[in-house]
């Protein structure tokens, strides 16, 4: 039985979190430049086209998500957990999806072509400043909501490693590890995992 997520799905889940860090860095570091200055510009820009490349992968990853079946936990948990880890799922990828639109139709409404990567997308909003500044204040609301969202996954992820001692989180690990807590409690020494088909 194949106990970790396919390759692509792996690849996909962990640069969507390398490009999170780096969207979420240079917002919030942009300030160490001077504001209307070229590298504070170009932060913003980055900012942007970092987060649309999110808003692109996630719709990869939902086609992966229905090519690939996930893995059964092992062992499995309550149903209740089941249950929440399916809401996080969910407003993950709502967040992920949300987030960058708002961005993009900030822009639009502030009548600022939408760089990406050496081309401009088209707007989305005819420019509107108010409905601009309201959209922006949304962006940043989520935006703060997004911490909390993806500080939640991690520590879900670890306190069923360490406390559950269940395989969610070695499911999703890029290289493959030895059965954890659960086997090396069970047996005394670590065992290795089940062979995968991929």
Not at 16 to 27: C, D, K, P, R, S
Not at 169 to 178: I, V
Request: glycine share 8%.
């Amino acid at each position: 039985m194949r106990n970790r997520y396919h390759p692509l799905s792996i690849a996909a889940h962990w640069l969507t979190l390398a490009l999170l860090i780096a969207v979420y860095a240079v917002i919030e570091l942009r300030d160490i430049f001077p504001k209307g200055s070229d590298p504070h510009e170009a932060m913003k820009t980055w900012h942007f086209m970092l987060g649309l490349t999110v808003w692109g992968l996630v719709f990869v990853r939902l086609l992966l998500r229905g090519l690939f079946r996930a893995p059964p936990i092992d062992p499995m948990p309550p149903a209740w957990q089941r249950a929440l880890a399916n809401a996080m799922y969910v407003t993950l990828y709502a967040f992920l999806i949300v987030m960058p639109l708002l961005g993009w139709l900030t822009l639009s409404a502030k009548g600022k072509p939408a760089p990406f990567f050496g081309f401009h997308l088209p707007s989305l909003l005819a420019p509107n400043k108010p409905l601009a500044g309201n959209l922006e204040d949304i962006h940043k609301i989520v935006g703060t909501i997004g911490y909390y969202l993806i500080g939640l996954h991690a520590l879900a992820a670890l306190f069923h490693h360490y406390v559950m001692r269940d395989d969610t989180l070695r499911r999703m690990l890029p290289w493959r590890s030895a059965a954890g807590p659960a086997a090396a409690g069970a047996t005394g020494e670590a065992t290795s995992p089940r062979p995968g088909r991929g």
